[in-house]
């Protein structure tokens, strides 16, 4: 069945006056690009790619995928998604299948996925072979700008709407401050509830055993991109010096990525991004593989297309996700697991 059509919209939003930050970065947001394909039996599938920053990426994104992938995807059969997503990477290989590329390719990849479940009328998952029925989610709440009240706030917030971890920005000047966040957040969460600590790149290798070591004694489920993404190294010494696993991979591009960090054992915990990861088709490869060498993954960013990935992996440990808004159709238990969508393709119900 041939795709016939692909349309693009792009939506911009102002910057928000008070952007949330990590130690990395300011996020005021500044929009998305949502796909469309259309087969010919008239299915429409739903693919996209939001920018915490950059005013000019979904236009830039926009170009991308109007020149490079939409000639490729019209005219596929989209029963052929892994075969179109393979035609994506090779036609931008010349510039690089990474950056906005990678964003496309994910964002077409989804719309595509998406399409093939509607047209059969199952979930994403129901295509693959799930494992899964539920995912536990924990809540990434705790901005490197808020102050102690609001982090508490927010923390306990997210504890009363069900959730039983918490993540928070780590990565201030001092060790003793970024301890101090931690025993803040500890104080407004009871005992039992997980706190995860992320730098966002901030530190030096040596720097992040020192303070490695301090967050294993404090019980932190896990210690997040502490170091330079790219620094192989740096975090092959890390998974060796730490008893805490090392998590790592929300800047890593493609299954290829992933490979030589599980190779060097140099990642404890694999953390894929929908878009930089190249969307569901080598999202399900990476964690496939990641599975093989006995490493568990944790999503970066939560939503439908990550849980019916995680819906079929042996190795699906956590769903990153914030606060959950009203009217939101995930349903989190009280045991803070999600119920993985039953809707056809990517949708919820
Ligand atoms: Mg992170």
Same mark, same amino acid.
């Given at each position: 069945?041939?795709?016939?059509?692909?349309?693009?919209?792009?939506?911009?939003?102002?910057?928000?006056?008070?952007?949330?930050?990590?130690?990395?970065?300011?996020?005021?947001?500044?929009?998305?690009?949502?796909?469309?394909?259309?087969?010919?039996?008239?299915?429409?599938?739903?693919?996209?790619?939001?920018?915490?920053?950059?005013?000019?990426?979904?236009?830039?994104?926009?170009?991308v995928i109007e020149h490079e992938l939409k000639p490729i995807a019209v005219g596929s059969d989209v029963r052929y998604v892994?075969?179109?997503?393979?035609?994506?990477?090779?036609?931008?290989?010349?510039?690089?299948?990474?950056?906005?590329?990678?964003?496309?390719?994910?964002?077409?990849?989804?719309?595509?996925?998406?399409?093939?479940?509607?047209?059969?009328?199952?979930? %994403?998952?129901?295509?693959?072979?799930?494992?899964?029925?539920?995912?536990?989610?924990y809540a990434m709440v705790g901005w490197l700008n808020f102050d102690d009240g609001e982090v508490q706030e927010v923390c306990?917030?997210?504890?009363?709407?069900?959730?039983?971890?918490?993540?928070?920005?780590?990565?201030?000047?001092?060790?003793?401050?970024?301890?101090?966040?931690?025993?803040?957040?500890?104080?407004?969460?009871?005992?039992?509830?997980?706190?995860?600590?992320?730098?966002?790149?901030?530190?030096?290798?040596?720097?992040?055993?020192?303070?490695?070591?301090?967050?294993?004694?404090?019980?932190?489920?896990?210690?997040?991109?502490?170091?330079?993404?790219?620094?192989?190294?740096?975090?092959?010494?890390?998974?060796?010096?730490?008893?805490?696993?090392?998590?790592?991979?929300?800047?890593?591009?493609?299954?290829?990525?992933?490979?030589?960090?599980?190779?060097?054992?140099?990642?404890?915990?694999?953390?894929?991004?929908?878009?930089?990861?190249?969307?569901?088709?080598?999202?399900?490869?990476?964690?496939?593989?990641?599975?093989?060498?006995?490493?568990?993954?944790?999503?970066?960013?939560?939503?439908?297309?990550?849980?019916?990935?995680?819906? %079929?992996?042996?190795?699906?440990?956590?769903?990153?996700?914030?606060?959950?808004?009203?009217?939101?159709?995930?349903?989190?238990?009280?045991?803070? %697991?999600?119920?993985?969508?039953?809707?056809?393709?990517?949708?919820?119900?």
């Open positions: 069945m041939k795709i016939t059509n692909l349309t693009i919209e792009t939506r911009k939003v102002d910057p928000k006056p008070n952007p949330k930050a990590d130690s990395l970065q300011e996020l005021p947001g500044s929009g998305s690009v949502t796909v469309r394909v259309e087969a010919e039996d008239g299915t429409v599938g739903e693919g996209g790619a939001s920018f915490g920053r950059i005013a000019g990426g979904p236009d830039a994104l926009a170009a892994a075969g179109t997503h393979r035609a994506m990477l090779v036609e931008t290989e010349y510039h690089g299948s990474a950056g906005l590329a990678m964003f496309g390719i994910a964002a077409v990849d989804t719309a595509l996925w998406d399409c093939l479940g509607k047209s059969l009328g199952v979930p %994403c998952w129901q295509l693959w072979g799930r494992v899964n029925e539920r995912i536990r989610a306990a917030r997210a504890v009363g709407q069900g959730f039983r971890a918490v993540k928070v920005k780590v990565g201030y000047e001092t060790l003793k401050q970024d301890i101090a966040r931690v025993e803040m957040v500890r104080k407004a969460v009871d005992d039992d509830v997980g706190i995860m600590v992320d730098a966002n790149q901030s530190l030096t290798a040596a720097e992040a055993v020192r303070r490695g070591r301090a967050f294993e004694q404090m019980g932190c489920v896990w210690w997040e991109e502490p170091i330079a993404a790219d620094d192989i190294d740096g975090y092959a010494e890390l998974t060796r010096s730490l008893d805490i696993p090392v998590a790592t991979g929300e800047n890593l591009y493609t299954a290829a990525d992933f490979a030589r960090f599980l190779k060097r054992e140099a990642v404890d915990i694999v953390q894929p991004d929908l878009r930089r990861g190249g969307g569901p088709t080598a999202l399900l490869q990476v964690g496939r593989m990641a599975e093989a060498f006995r490493r568990p993954y944790a999503s970066h960013g939560g939503g439908p297309v990550q849980l019916n990935v995680m819906a %079929c992996l042996g190795n699906a440990m956590y769903l990153e996700t914030g606060m959950i808004p009203e009217g939101s159709p995930m349903r989190l238990d009280t045991d803070g %697991c999600v119920n993985v969508p039953e809707g056809a393709g990517f949708s919820w119900d």
